[in-house]
């Protein structure tokens, strides 16, 4: 039992080392990490109902998965064929279209679900 806990914590800490690594060398890892934060801050401020909730966590998750999964594809395409194929550029841009089509789904995801909450706030300060 206390070597699979070892073997955990190792398997943990290079899971961590991951995102690390993505926080640090992929500004677009940051600025998705950052909108996801925002989002479970209005997740919160909204007090969303629990399945609404959900979908966004789940559509923030997304991205970021998306945006991982595309940072190792390029890491991958870079060893095998740095800019000598025409595949690798290929390959790239398709995994760079993967992140830009679940970025705009998520961004319309949150409208639908926000966008009652903040008209009704809005109402409530035009009546104040």
């Not at 690594?21 to 801050?41: D, G, W």
């Not at 000598?84 to 290929?90: G, S």
Request: proline share 2%; no cysteine; hydrophobic share 60%.
């Amino acid at each position: 039992m206390d070597k699979e806990i070892k073997r955990f914590t190792k398997s943990l800490r290079h899971a961590i080392d991951g995102v690390s690594y993505a926080y640090v060398h992929e500004k677009n890892f940051r600025y998705e990490l950052f909108f996801a934060i925002f989002v479970v801050a209005l997740i919160i401020i909204f007090n969303v109902k629990t399945w609404e909730a959900v979908v966004l966590i789940l559509m923030a998750m997304w991205v970021l998965v998306s945006e991982l999964i595309n940072t190792v594809f390029e890491r991958v395409v870079d060893i095998l064929k740095p800019r000598i194929h025409p595949y690798a550029r290929l390959i790239k841009d398709l995994m760079a279209a993967v992140v830009l089509i679940s970025s705009l789904v998520a961004i319309i995801v949150g409208f639908i679900i926000f966008y009652p909450y903040f008209r009704d706030l809005a109402i409530l300060i035009f009546l104040y």
